[in-house]
């Protein structure tokens, strides 16, 4: 003992070299050690739920900071790190994720997003809205804004989750919910979707009630084209239903004697009130157009386009209004297809037999009132009156043969006149026609059969 | 410490093979070394060292230093113990005899 004491009196020159060992070990090694030591603690607390977890070590202390959810969650991740072997003190910066009063959640969406907002209790509960909201929303980007909150009402996630599949449904507009109370607002996607929202709605867990909603539905769209180039008329958009859709159907195929009807429309609830009459109107104010397009959208009408001449025009923009049902509005910008090159009387009449040969002029049955199916074929013969001013014109009246000669001599003769009053009412003078019955005289088919019949009620022009 | 010895046993084993030099040298080196009082200085030092280091006192990579110089200055140590009763034993005193 007492040598090791002598001995130990010339140890010291060892310790410059120690020295010199121990400041090469410390440049070399404390950097790789702390990040040793950060990957150990950073493993040790992967299993805990926090939020905004960091970890800093200097030497063989560590600073942990992270939000916890729970205030043993929080404990239980600071004894992981102390834990962890190599660490020598653990500074504690956690804390516990804000309580929010009220908890609110949201989600909004535009043109071209969806943006979830507002407070999501846990990790995993957010993935899983995010995850929902993705699958939902099928390449829509979806944006997160949402932060963590404790103090989610029970079963919060199931409704967010079925208010993330009404998202889907709406083209834009707000899903908030606070605390339990759930308020909508924004327009739904499609027709049916407002219904379909509402019905959804009535799925949210016990304890939540809508506080407000505001979803409107889109509005009920029904267009016509008249493309003179194509000789098409081009339907689209929303019929109420089948029945509705054949009579506008129907309907179409009378006005438009000459075009091909293409019928693209579709079947959709939420049809305002009076839709068919007013489609039938706005129809046959379009058929007197030589080219144009209806647009009926809700209870709004617009028809724009070309008319066949001035009087056309100022009828169907006087008209338009006043035959739509109540509560409907209409807005015509109709402007007047330019004057065709005047004709002579040979080609004036041969112009009437060609359009007479596509179309007939129809009258409501026993009656000279002309069917307002025939305004637009009577449209186009009085444009070709127009185009030969100086040739007069013969209007023939003729009926088939059922009932009484007399009766039919009449009706023919107050037909005749009636498409004559509407040749004045267009503008062409009164002395260049001549209205002339001819009751059933003349037939040009067989008066056995309805189609012979049909053939046999008709309007012949002459022109001279 | 064990995590400090098992990261850092090369640069202890160093200080421990340094200490069994030095240890080794101190038996047959002339001259009296340090005086008594100088030791007792050195002695307190460490001492105060130590303690710094047990109360973990001194924070963050300061704190770390002092641990491994302390615990290099132990691998010493015990080197020199080891290099000077080596030496003593089966060197110093067969000497004579030879």
Redesign the interface.
């Known amino acids: 003992m007492h040598g090791l004491l002598k001995w130990s009196r010339k140890w010291w020159p060892g310790l410059v070299p120690l020295a010199v060992l121990w400041l090469l070990a410390a440049w070399y090694s404390t950097v790789p050690m702390e990040q040793d030591l950060a990957a150990s603690a950073t493993a040790a607390v992967k299993s805990d739920v926090l939020d905004k977890t960091r970890i800093g070590v200097a030497g063989r202390d560590a600073t942990f900071s992270a939000d916890a959810f729970s205030e043993e969650g929080r404990r239980s991740a600071v004894t992981s790190v102390e834990s962890v072997a190599g660490i020598r003190l653990v500074k504690d910066d956690t804390r516990l994720v804000a309580e929010a009063k009220p908890y609110v959640w949201s989600a909004e969406r535009d043109v071209v997003r969806v943006t979830l907002g507002g407070n999501a209790p846990l990790p995993a509960i957010k993935a899983r809205l995010l995850e929902a909201a993705r699958a939902g929303l099928n390449g829509v980007e979806v944006v997160d804004r949402m932060t963590f909150a404790r103090g989610a009402p029970p079963r919060f996630d199931a409704a967010v989750l079925l208010l993330i599949d009404q998202i889907a449904r709406l083209k834009e507009g707000k899903i908030v919910l606070s605390d339990k109370s759930v308020s909508l607002s924004g327009m739904a996607r499609e027709l049916g979707g407002r219904e379909a929202i509402f019905a959804a709605m009535r799925s949210l867990p016990e304890g939540f009630t809508i506080a407000s909603n505001d979803i409107a539905a889109p509005p009920y769209v029904f267009q016509a084209n008249k493309d003179p180039v194509g000789v098409t008329l081009t339907l689209t958009g929303n019929v109420p239903d089948n029945a509705v859709h054949a009579a506008l159907a129907a309907a179409a195929q009378r006005k438009f004697f000459g075009e091909k009807v293409v019928d693209n429309l579709k079947a959709s609830i939420g049809a305002p009130r009076g839709f068919a009459e007013a489609v039938t109107r706005a129809l046959g104010a379009l058929s007197r157009l030589s080219t144009g397009s209806l647009v009926v959208s809700d209870r709004e009408v617009k028809l724009s386009g070309d008319a066949l001449y001035d009087g056309a025009a100022n009828q169907i923009r006087a008209n338009l209004g006043n035959e739509l049902p109540q509560g409907w509005t209409a807005k015509a910008e109709i402007s007047v297809k330019p004057a065709a090159a005047p004709v002579d009387a040979t080609v004036c009449q041969q112009l009437f037999t060609e359009t007479m040969a596509k179309g007939k002029i129809q009258f409501d049955t026993a009656s000279a009132a002309i069917s307002a199916d025939s305004a637009g074929l009577l449209d186009r013969l009085a444009e070709i009156a127009l185009r030969c001013p100086t040739a007069s014109i013969e209007v023939n009246g003729h009926t088939d043969s059922q009932g009484d000669d007399a009766a039919n001599q009449l009706l023919s003769e107050k037909r005749a006149q009636a498409v004559v009053d509407f040749m004045v009412k267009a503008g062409l003078p009164p002395d260049r026609f001549k209205a002339t019955g001819y009751g059933s005289t003349q037939p040009v088919s067989d008066n056995d059969t309805d189609e012979g019949k049909a053939k046999n009620r008709r309007i012949d022009f002459l022109v001279r | 410490m064990?995590?400090?010895i098992t990261?850092?046993w090369g640069?202890l084993a160093?200080?421990l093979l340094?200490?069994l030099?030095?240890?080794w040298?101190?038996?047959v080196?002339h001259?009296?070394?340090?005086?008594r009082a100088n030791?007792q200085r050195?002695a307190a030092l460490v001492v105060i060292l130590l303690a710094l280091a047990i109360a973990?006192l001194v924070?963050?990579?300061?704190?770390?230093?002092l641990?491994?110089?302390l615990l290099?200055?132990g691998a010493?140590?015990v080197g020199?113990?080891c290099g000077?009763?080596l030496r003593?034993r089966f060197i110093s005193r067969q000497a004579p005899i030879a």
């Open positions: 064990a995590y400090l990261f850092h640069w160093g200080g340094l200490g030099a030095m240890g040298i101190a038996v080196q001259g009296d070394g340090l005086s030791m050195a973990r924070p963050g990579r300061w704190g770390y230093w641990d491994l110089g290099m200055l010493y140590l020199c113990v000077s009763w003593d």
